[in-house]
């Protein structure tokens, strides 16, 4: 029993410090904020390998997860960038903005639960990377403007709910004998975190947000090929009827 209650203590592991890294922004200590939804992100990470490996999967814990991670990848993140960088501006835009993003992550988690996926791949942004790609963004509030700063929450709130195809890496295992050690990794992580909490914070932005340009970059050629194949359509017929 408790062996099957393993899993459930990383996901809601990741809901914790979804919470803290709410209550941290509103303390202003925003780099250690987050920081917290990259260590969530990497509890998020763990859950489903330990329960592959312990052979403890159950829709129980994949509902857990879900609703976890809108906690931490949706509404964390937001709020996270609306204390940080969303001072001044019109409160009907902000608001709008702000609620945008865990929505779209709402209806992606919602989509992932229902349909079946393509093998290796997600279909939209995961969650997860956008609320990371998100926390860290919020840390050059001093040098990106907020008009920019809503672009890039509403690029992330589209891809989230786009059909780009994201490489998935959560299939990669993890042997039986290591999920002993992923406790000391996150205790590690989180060490590691207080102590470098701007450096590290920053650092990982530079990962997430290439793994979401690739998505955006995997639209762009997509829409550019359809539109091609589009005029050249059109072309025929035209040929066709000459």
Request: net charge positive; glycine share 8%; hydrophobic share 50%.
């Amino acid at each position: 029993m408790f062996t099957k209650s393993i899993p459930n203590m990383f996901t809601l592991g990741n809901l914790f410090l979804g919470m803290v890294g709410i209550m941290l922004a509103f303390d202003n200590k925003l780099s250690l904020a987050a920081i917290m939804i990259i260590i969530a992100m990497l509890c998020d990470g763990l859950d489903g390998r330990v329960a592959r490996a312990l052979n403890a999967q159950s829709e129980f814990g994949k509902e857990l997860d879900s609703l976890s991670d809108v906690i931490s990848f949706g509404v964390a993140p937001a709020l996270i960038m609306y204390v940080t960088s969303f001072h001044g501006m019109h409160h009907a835009l902000i608001w709008t903005v702000t609620a945008i993003f865990p929505i779209c992550g709402a209806l992606r988690l919602a989509r992932f639960n229902v349909q079946s996926g393509i093998p290796g791949y997600f279909i939209g942004l995961p969650i997860p990377a956008a609320g990371g790609v998100l926390a860290t963004l919020s840390l050059f509030h001093k040098e990106i403007s907020a008009p920019y700063m809503i672009i890039g929450m509403l690029i992330l709130s589209y891809l989230m709910v786009s059909t780009v195809k994201y490489p998935n890496f959560k299939k990669v295992g993890l042997p039986k004998k290591a999920v002993m050690y992923a406790p000391v990794v996150i205790i590690a992580g989180v060490a590691v975190a207080v102590i470098f909490p701007d450096q590290l914070s920053k650092l990982i932005f530079v990962p997430l947000v290439l793994y979401a340009a690739y998505g955006l970059k995997q639209n762009v050629e997509r829409l550019t090929r359809r539109r091609h194949q589009d005029q050249t359509t059109e072309q025929k017929v035209f040929n066709d009827h000459s």
